[in-house]
Protein backbone atom coordinates (compact mmCIF):
# COMPACT_ATOMS: atom_id res chain seq x y z
CA UNK A 1 0.00 0.00 0.00
CA UNK A 2 1.43 3.21 -0.69
CA UNK A 3 -0.28 5.82 1.38
CA UNK A 4 -2.39 4.19 4.54
CA UNK A 5 -3.47 6.81 7.39
CA UNK A 6 -5.48 5.40 11.04
CA UNK A 7 -8.69 4.69 10.11
CA UNK A 8 -8.50 3.29 6.95
CA UNK A 9 -11.14 -0.33 6.25
CA UNK A 10 -8.03 -2.88 4.78
CA UNK A 11 -7.81 -6.30 4.34
CA UNK A 12 -5.01 -8.69 6.06
CA UNK A 13 -3.19 -11.41 4.88
CA UNK A 14 -2.02 -13.67 7.80
CA UNK A 15 -1.52 -16.87 5.40
CA UNK A 16 -5.01 -17.98 5.39
CA UNK A 17 -8.18 -16.31 4.33
CA UNK A 18 -7.80 -12.28 3.95
CA UNK A 19 -9.57 -10.43 6.86
CA UNK A 20 -11.18 -7.41 7.26
CA UNK A 21 -9.74 -4.99 9.36
CA UNK A 22 -9.49 -1.39 10.44
CA UNK A 23 -6.03 0.86 10.99
CA UNK A 24 -5.11 1.53 14.35
CA UNK A 25 -2.05 2.93 14.69
CA UNK A 26 1.23 3.31 12.44
CA UNK A 27 4.55 2.76 14.75
CA UNK A 28 6.89 2.79 12.61
CA UNK A 29 7.13 2.78 8.44
CA UNK A 30 6.94 -1.42 8.26
CA UNK A 31 4.73 -1.80 10.68
CA UNK A 32 0.71 -1.24 11.49
CA UNK A 33 -1.42 -2.29 14.15
CA UNK A 34 -4.76 -3.02 13.11
CA UNK A 35 -8.26 -4.36 14.25
CA UNK A 36 -9.78 -7.60 13.19
CA UNK A 37 -12.02 -10.30 14.64
CA UNK A 38 -10.09 -13.39 15.48
CA UNK A 39 -12.64 -16.04 15.26
CA UNK A 40 -11.82 -17.39 19.21
CA UNK A 41 -11.46 -14.13 20.60
CA UNK A 42 -13.65 -11.42 18.65
CA UNK A 43 -12.39 -7.86 18.17
CA UNK A 44 -8.66 -7.61 18.65
CA UNK A 45 -5.43 -5.47 17.75
CA UNK A 46 -2.68 -6.93 16.08
CA UNK A 47 0.67 -5.93 14.76
CA UNK A 48 1.30 -7.07 10.77
CA UNK A 49 3.97 -5.85 8.54
CA UNK A 50 2.68 -3.31 6.12
CA UNK A 51 3.31 -5.41 3.24
CA UNK A 52 -0.18 -8.13 4.04
CA UNK A 53 -2.33 -5.02 4.00
CA UNK A 54 -4.24 -4.31 0.58
CA UNK A 55 -7.40 -1.43 0.83
CA UNK A 56 -10.52 -1.99 0.40
CA UNK A 57 -13.85 0.40 -0.36
CA UNK A 58 -16.55 -1.42 1.25
CA UNK A 59 -17.50 -2.02 4.73
CA UNK A 60 -17.87 -5.62 6.07
CA UNK A 61 -20.06 -7.35 8.26
CA UNK A 62 -17.43 -6.59 11.56
CA UNK A 63 -16.84 -3.32 10.81
CA UNK A 64 -19.54 -2.01 13.50
CA UNK A 65 -17.56 -4.26 16.21
CA UNK A 66 -14.12 -3.10 15.08
CA UNK A 67 -15.16 0.42 15.56
CA UNK A 68 -16.42 0.22 18.78
CA UNK A 69 -13.02 -1.19 19.52
CA UNK A 70 -10.75 1.37 17.78
CA UNK A 71 -12.65 4.09 20.29
CA UNK A 72 -12.41 2.32 23.46
CA UNK A 73 -9.04 1.47 23.15
CA UNK A 74 -6.53 4.70 24.20
CA UNK A 75 -4.48 6.10 21.77
CA UNK A 76 -0.71 4.69 21.19
CA UNK A 77 2.19 6.67 23.31
CA UNK A 78 5.49 6.77 21.13
CA UNK A 79 8.81 8.04 22.40
CA UNK A 80 9.31 11.37 19.82
CA UNK A 81 5.91 12.39 22.08
CA UNK A 82 7.35 13.09 25.20
CA UNK A 83 10.55 14.70 23.51
CA UNK A 84 12.81 11.65 24.41
CA UNK A 85 16.00 11.26 22.40
CA UNK A 86 16.42 7.56 22.93
CA UNK A 87 15.41 4.59 25.50
CA UNK A 88 16.20 6.24 29.14
CA UNK A 89 15.96 9.11 27.96
CA UNK A 90 12.49 10.87 28.70
CA UNK A 91 12.12 9.89 32.65
CA UNK A 92 11.97 12.84 34.79
CA UNK A 93 13.20 13.22 38.31
CA UNK A 94 16.30 11.95 39.10
CA UNK A 95 19.12 12.45 36.21
CA UNK A 96 22.19 10.78 37.53
CA UNK A 97 22.31 7.48 39.86
CA UNK A 98 23.43 8.14 43.31
CA UNK A 99 26.58 8.64 44.84
CA UNK A 100 28.26 6.23 46.84
CA UNK A 101 27.98 6.78 50.32
CA UNK A 102 30.85 6.73 52.76
CA UNK A 103 30.50 4.53 55.99
CA UNK A 104 31.17 7.75 58.35
CA UNK A 105 34.91 7.63 58.44
Known amino acids: MEQIDAGDLVK??????????IVFDL????KVVVAIVDRKRGPVMR???RTTLTPRAEAGRDDRALELLVRRTPPAV?????GANGPGQGRAGHARAAMHRTTGK
Open 27 to 30: PSAS
Open 12 to 21: VDVGGPQIDG
Open 47 to 49: TVP
Open 78 to 82: HPSAR
